[in-house]
T-cell receptor, first 112, second 115 residues
Framework: GEDVEQSLFLSVREGDSSVINCTYTDSSSTYLYWYKQEPGAGLQLLTYIFSNMDMKQDQRLTVLLNKKDKHLSLRIADTQTGDSAIYFC????????????FGAGTRLAVHP | DAGITQSPRHKVTETGTPVTLRCHQTENHRYMYWYRQDPGHGLRLIHYSYGVKDTDKGEVSDGYSVSRSKTEDFLLTLESATSSQTSVYFCATKTSGGGDTGELFFGEGSRLTVL
């Protein structure tokens, strides 16, 4: 089945850029999502990219997609303490149509 | 906000007892999902539903059953709870048709502890 891998922890200083990486195995994914989970809450969609795009920018967020290497990354510019959360990568189509398979999540800790 | 309510939000039970978690949505979304979240494993799909009375298994379905008798309700049942089922359970929904971008809308989670 589909395998989605992320590193589990990332610690950055406030104001620096954060880069969260994800690798996946199913090349048929049509959308690739980043979800954010704040403490004690459910997940919320942060951003997504279509599989026919290489890059998408949305304010402080930049998503890069390398389809050849099946690698997805999320860059957060000027990281703030409010960005502290768990970030999940989720390629759609990976688990079969209408089943979204998530990576293990990367916990981002932002320190002063 | 897709108006997803999970109940109970917290439950402590003993090994061997049955447990039912309820997910209620007000958005008339066709698809509904149950995930469990455990440290180091992220979210894993237990079961999902693609319509009333239509359900299918996910990655970790053993020990769980589901039912969907109405569009708005999706029940997850642990027939005989075990300590390995201690987890946080999330319900999610998704629309279908032209407005479908694949986005899932999540409930707040139900924390289950099996002693």
């Amino acid at each position: 089945g589909e395998d989605v891998e992320q590193s589990l922890f990332l610690s950055v200083r406030e104001g620096d850029s954060s880069v969260i990486n994800c690798t996946y195995t199913d090349s048929s994914s049509t959308y690739l999502y980043w979800y954010k989970q704040e403490p004690g809450a459910g997940l919320q969609l942060l951003t997504y990219i279509f599989s026919n795009m290489d890059m998408k920018q949305d304010q402080r967020l930049t998503v890069l997609l390398n389809k050849k290497d099946k690698h997805l990354s999320l860059r957060i510019a000027d990281t703030q303490t409010g960005d502290s959360a768990i970030y999940f990568c989720a390629p759609w189509g990976a688990g079969g149509y209408n089943k979204l398979i998530f990576g293990a999540g990367t916990r981002l800790a932002v320190h002063p | 906000d897709a108006g997803i309510t999970q109940s109970p939000r917290h439950k402590v039970t003993e090994t061997g007892t049955p447990v039912t978690l309820r997910c209620h949505q007000t958005e008339n979304h066709r698809y509904m999902y149950w995930y469990r979240q455990d440290p180091g494993h992220g979210l894993r799909l237990i079961h999902y539903s693609y319509g009333v009375k239509d359900t299918d298994k996910g990655e970790v379905s053993d020990g769980y059953s589901v039912s969907r008798s109405k569009t708005e309700d999706f029940l997850l049942t642990l027939e005989s709870a075990t300590s390995s089922q201690t987890s946080v359970y999330f319900c999610a929904t998704k629309t279908s048709g032209g407005g479908d971008t694949g986005e899932l809308f999540f409930g707040e989670g139900s924390r289950l502890t099996v002693l």
